[in-house]
């Protein structure tokens, strides 16, 4: 089988989250979202532009 370095590495680190957070689902999305308030990084809701396209388009 095939040996995919990238991926390893992404569940590798994947699992390192996990288990810092407990397997704790709800400590992982508060922790995300901490983090997305504290980046300078401008977020795109992309579903609203699929909303507008998609009306744009039919009208």
Do not use: F
């Amino acid at each position: 089988m095939y040996k995919d370095e990238i991926i390893e590495e992404v569940w590798k680190n994947r699992k390192a989250y996990v288990d810092r957070h407990n397997h704790n689902l709800e400590q992982m999305i508060e922790d995300l979202m901490i983090r997305q308030k504290q980046s300078d990084r401008k977020i795109i809701d992309r579903r609203s532009m699929s909303n507008n396209q998609t009306k744009s388009s039919s009208g």
